[in-house]
Nanobody, 126 residues
Framework: QVQLVESGGGLVQAGGPLRLSCAAS????????MGWFRQAPGKEREFVAA????????YYADSVKGRFTISRDNAKNTVYLQMNSPKLEDTAVYYC???????????????????WGQGTQVTVSS
């Protein structure tokens, strides 16, 4: 069983940086690809970013490419989402997810993920 706890959400002005963290309680963290998804009010959950277990492979949604950066610290069992230049449309609940991927691939489909955090609210104001 993997437990994921997100933190770092809150209110941020458009253009201001924000960093989300996700701490995983699992001994085999390096066997999991990690991802961030988000869900805005009235919309479906959508993929944001993903990272392989080694951190060498990352993948982003077009809407955040060049603004957000996903990274991980395997020594701390933690994955991060650095949000630079956030826009109003980035307002959503952000979810961290873990998917079994020991071969080192990234996972962009929500159905490929096995565990989910409870989410953290990010609100971008003008």
């Amino acid at each position: 069983q993997v437990q994921l706890v997100e933190s770092g959400g809150g209110l941020v002005q458009a253009g201001g940086p924000l960093r989300l963290s996700c701490a995983a309680s699992v001994r085999t963290f390096i066997s999991y690809a990690m991802g961030w998804f988000r869900q805005a009010p009235g919309k479906e959950r959508e993929f944001v970013a993903a990272i392989s277990w080694s951190g060498r492979i990352t993948y982003y949604a077009d809407s955040v490419k060049g603004r957000f950066t996903i990274s991980r610290d395997n020594a701390k069992n933690t994955v991060y989402l650095q949000m630079n230049s956030p826009k109003l449309e980035d307002t959503a609940v952000y979810y961290c997810a873990a998917g079994w991927s020991p071969r080192g691939t990234v996972l962009s489909d929500a159905a490929e993920y096995d565990y989910w955090g409870q989410g953290t609210q990010v609100t971008v104001s003008s």
